[in-house]
DNA sequence: ATTAGCACTCAGTAAGGGCGAGTGCTAATA
DNA sequence: TATTAGCACTCGCCCTTACTGAGTGCTAAT
């Protein structure tokens, strides 16, 4: 249906769609064709209008104002007309400058990407750290902190560091401890956390019945450093763009904005979705609904390292976005962000 | 000049104060004669009023409105009138049974904080992590990560725990590891990190004429670790709740004042004044200032366990707060994580 | 010292009117 | 047949005007 488009409607479509983007203001027939330079008048573009309006790409919020993309609208711009541009230079030089992650903590390179992506988009800006859960094990470590507490940490492949202090109640000796930490690595690197965790039950409903006591000991531990989950984080950056822009400017919208981004956890599903398939993801209105932010869109894309612990970042801004830069700057970013993690992780 | 204010104008101005607390409106002087049943007349109460004004106590946005505080009349509630309220009994059991800190990261424990804050309280909360800096040490330990990098962990009397990867250029072998980790914790146990970094700076230049060779590598290394400073970490919890006041439903005000709460750095600064003195600390209008927080009031108070890791939490709102029902709220938070963190430090 | 009474002020709301941007339709045109 | 000019119409926006009501300050009486 939307394939019968002829030339000549796509590029008034795509001429709405863009003097949109940039005004946020209902564009009307006569606008379109002293900015575009269409050799066409008013009257004929009308028509055009109130055939793309008939298939659903464009409304207008009132009878006497110009017309403005749907959903839809958006959608099948972003699918078929969008011509995404090179990052300018600038954008690069100011990322490449500004973030040498050496020795810095996941947390803090996180929150640096967040605000990177936020000021350079100037949207708000989103990092969801790797799960846990998902990153590969490289290798564990005890540090005794009394007589009855113990320091856990984790390494991941990728370099990440967890730790998680533990109450196993027996006091073990150091030596104790080095010989756990000697047969757990041998034995668990390589496998993701959940897979660990898996193994680690497993062997323990066998390991019951035999007597090597080591081994026992080892299990329990780790299974209990491991028992629980550590909670997914994410970075919310320059949520204010968001408050700024034309579209949310009453009070209700502020407020119901502001809530949706504070409740991490939709985000976080959120984020979870584009996880899955690489490369920019992109979710306009509704497809992004399932946080709340309703005339909202995402721009995501997962960042990995060569080695798992995969973790996903992103822009959100009104479903009036300048996609042709923002994609670019949340690609760019993406790729930057996986080459640190590679680095880091040598 | 304010102590010359005799009984009855003392209950008036609180019943004003009061009264625009609850409403938010601007109170006559008819409203206050019906709402309090003073045996008075509104016109008597009117010359108490501007009395009242004439002192700088309260202001009428315009002529035909009631009057609202001033700042400097928030100031004389909160020194002379304000009766501090006891906790009701929910919020402690609300507290009480959420806030089981035992395992999870000082990360976590700081927002579930910020939330408990937030959430009861009904404002926005601030969580300060406590100052690495002014920790005090108690123990180190390097994990070898690969021939190039090392892991370093700072454990902190109070229990906290940082870690951070550093690449010496040495590569250091399991056993020399272990002896220069005894090495520095027989040498630094109970120093703050601040005065550790001195006393390694200090070492440093008179060890180089020396020949020990462990103790050079060990305080080299430690002093590697400790070069940079660790990001003083805030968090903030319930913005929403700010917009949501009917002081700051303009568009200005509302992304006027998401930009301040953005800004940590500000918050930190502001926190920072509140951390010297201990005890609740009251900041109105003006007072609040340093972080753009035009028209709010922040309630803070220091926490810390026995031994130092001294952090700040608090409640932000606008002047219009509820006092009395706020200040044990940040009162009691700020002794229950002392108490917390105390424990966990065993 | 307190109060009743009264004139006055002023934000907020509602109603009316003109302006202008934009539309849809129709009839003329290439 | 596609395009265009013309025109009546719609409707949000803004400005003005008028009204209302809460609240004040002042004055004179108690």
Redo the contacts between chains.
Sequence with gaps: MIDTLNERSQSIFEAIVEDYINTAEPVGSRAITKRHRFDLSPATVRNVMSDLEEMGLLVSPHTSAGRIPTEKGYQYYVESLLKVRDLPDEFRNRFETGAGF??K?M??IMQEVGNMLSSISRHTGLVMAPRFQSTVFR?I?F?R??QTRL?V?F?SES?L?Q?????PGIDFSRRDLESITRYLNQRLTGMTIAEVREKIALELREERNRYNQLEQQALELSGQALQ?DI?DQIYV????YM??QPEF?T?DS??RI??AL?SKQQLIDLLDCSQQAGGVQIFIGSQANRAHLDGCSLIAAPFSGKKGAIGTLGVIGPMRMNYSQVIPIVDFTATLVSRMLDR?S?
Tied chains: 1, 2.
């Design positions: 050496a020795g903590s947390e803090n290798q470590e540090v902190l009394s320091l940490i390494v370099g560091v730790n998680k202090i533990i109450e629980e909670a950056a320059g949520t204010s408050l700024e400017n009070n502020m407020v502001m809530r504070e880091e040598q």
